[in-house]
């Protein structure tokens, strides 16, 4: 029967406990499940009160974070986990490294980093033994003073990991932001749920992780059915009670003994960059390949709605970059120089590369406004391919192309015709081309109203013809000069009768050929033969 104590007993014989070693380390030991071997240990306070026995973390850890107590309890943890390593190194015996928790409050008003180095060297522990769990819930402060106390961490060669993962709580955009270098995921919060979108996500969450070169370790895998599961996915470091669960120091000592052990992969090159988050990293091989070997390329996140761009290489800023800088890109909400159409649109693109899992084009028009530049409108085509999911965030890869030159030509083009096609609307005219090698007639917008025409006449004349645009008797005739026109002759100017109403029209053409003579094209025009009333009396 579990005797649990109060707030005010825990307060009360904090001190008592510290000194008179109620408090005390279990190790649990964190394993990779492709060889067996052990590959680092978690540090877990314990309380054992001399009358109402074992006390869990999860009664008394909060309960000396409100008191401002835990503190005082971390740097107990770290000293007795430097004491475990030192006798270790001491007496020649196996050795891995050993994770330590540290609470968010140690970051207020404590000089952390500095406290533990000091424990550190006073045991003469090398630090690649050591590695720092944090939460999340760390950066809730603001993230510069979680920031800063990891940069300290990295700089004294700490290997810093993110604990609880996929809590809920958790963001990509934090991972982004906070240098971490390993992330423990969580499988309790999957609650057996593998087969459905617990599965997806935390599977997406490691490939993700190995997108990023992070190293992931499972955490409360208590299921052969998970294990497995985490294998599958490539997730070859696991904790949990299926494996080991939290032990005395006297069993963990024995364990040690007894199981072989090996580094963890990442662990190593770790120690050499001092920050695993490649991507981020300026001089990582995912870089260079995001910097020099790909086009012009962003990665953003996508979350209820929301963009938000985490990278853009070199070659994104000098095409669409519009002077602008990669911070200036980066803080500024994509949305906001986006047309609602647009945005719709790129919401519908990003919606559908989350269902197919494949590539979406899609172009859209963008308002860009630099400090140099001022407001410019471009034609962004982007092709975009979703890398990562985790609850409702979805990372993406885009590459983008500024087809403005393009679609200004288009638009131009457009124009023109528009022009064209109006100029002929004021002079009476109807006009046509014709393609010689295809036999395919584009009629203006007059031959579309009037004669009933589609855009695109195909089999012309005939098709013509058979719609009644010419009366039967004229018909060969008509045929037989559009012959002479495949073969190129030019001098096409006569009267025809038109339409069942025979109406008498001045029918010319134009025709256009290539360098080396071959007729191309043939542009037609029709203008009504009005009777002219002064010449009746002559005739
Ligand atoms: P945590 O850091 O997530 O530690 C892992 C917890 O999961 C441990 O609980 C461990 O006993 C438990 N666990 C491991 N494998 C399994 C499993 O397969 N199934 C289940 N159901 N549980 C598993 P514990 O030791 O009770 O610690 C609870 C929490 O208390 C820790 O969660 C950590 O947040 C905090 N804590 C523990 N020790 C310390 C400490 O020294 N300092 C600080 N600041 N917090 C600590
Ligand atoms: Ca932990
Ligand atoms: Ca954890």
């Not at 430097?82 to 207020?108: A, H, T």
């Not at 407001?375 to 890398?387: D, G």
């Not at 010319?508 to 191309?520: A, I, K, M, Q, V």
Request: with cysteine; proline share 5%.
């Amino acid at each position: 029967m579990i005797n649990r104590m109060s707030e005010q007993e825990f307060v009360a014989s904090f001190d008592e406990a510290l000194t008179n070693h109620h408090l005390m380390v279990y190790y649990q030991p964190q394993i990779n499940h492709e060889t067996g071997r052990m590959v680092g240990a978690e540090a877990l306070l314990r309380w054992r009160h001399p009358a109402k026995g074992m006390q869990y973390p999860a009664d008394f850890i909060p309960v000396l974070e409100k008191n401002n107590l835990i503190y005082q309890a971390d740097l107990f943890v770290f000293e007795e986990v430097c004491i475990l390593l030192r006798n270790l190194l001491e007496n020649k015996k196996p050795v891995v490294p050993i994770s330590v928790n540290m609470s968010r409050y140690d970051i207020y008003g404590h000089s952390y980093v500095a406290d533990i180095e000091t424990i550190r060297k006073k045991y003469d522990i090398p630090v690649k033994y050591i590695r720092v769990e944090v939460t999340e819930s760390s950066a809730i402060g603001g993230m510069e003073l979680i920031t800063r106390v990891m940069d300290d961490l990295h700089r004294a060669g700490y290997i810093v990991e993110m604990d609880d993962f996929g809590s809920g709580y958790s963001s990509l955009g934090v991972l982004k932001d906070l240098p971490v270098d390993m992330l423990k995921l969580d499988m309790r919060f999957l609650q057996g749920n593998i087969g459905g979108r617990g599965g997806t996500i935390i599977n997406s969450m490691v490939q993700m992780c190995k997108w990023l070169n992070t190293t992931v370790i499972a955490e409360g895998v208590e299921t052969q059915e998970i294990a497995d599961f985490m294998k599958t996915i490539g997730c070859k470091y696991v904790q949990g009670y299926l494996y080991a669960k939290p032990m005395p120091q006297e069993d963990f000592l024995k364990y040690l003994a007894e199981t072989d052990h090996e580094p963890m992969d990442a662990a190593s090159r770790l120690m050499d960059t001092m920050n695993n988050m490649n991507f981020w990293n300026p001089d990582s091989l995912e870089n260079l390949i995001f910097s020099n070997f790909v086009g012009p390329a962003a990665v953003f996140i996508y979350e209820n709605g929301n963009v938000e761009i985490l990278r853009v290489n070199e070659k994104y800023l000098k095409e669409i970059g519009m002077s602008r800088t990669e911070q200036e890109i980066l803080t500024e909400n994509p949305w906001e120089c986006t047309t609602p159409k647009c945005q719709e649109e790129y919401t519908n693109a990003i919606n559908k590369a989350i269902k197919t899992r494949d590539e979406v084009t899609f172009e859209c028009w963008r308002t860009i406004c630099s400090k140099t530049c001022g407001e410019n409108k471009i034609c962004v085509r982007s092709t975009i391919r979703l890398i990562g999911e985790a609850n409702n965030q979805y990372l993406f890869y885009a590459m983008v192309q500024n087809v403005t030159a393009e679609k200004e030509r288009y638009r131009l083009a457009e124009e023109d015709e528009r022009r064209f096609k109006s100029a002929f609307e004021h002079a009476n005219v109807y006009a046509w081309e014709y393609t010689i090698s295809t036999h395919e007639m584009r009629p203006c917008f007059r031959c579309m109203r009037d004669l009933g025409l589609p855009p695109i006449v195909k089999n012309y004349p005939d098709t013509a013809i058979e719609a009644g645009v010419f009366p039967p008797e004229v018909a060969d005739m008509y045929r037989e000069l559009m012959k002479e026109i495949d073969n190129g002759r030019t001098d096409v100017d006569l009267i025809i009768p038109l339409t069942v109403g025979r109406i008498p029209f001045h029918v010319r053409y134009t025709t256009e050929f290539d360098e080396s003579g071959r007729p191309l094209k043939a542009y037609g025009s029709a203008t009504l033969v009005v009777d002219n009333p002064a010449e009746t009396p002559a005739e």
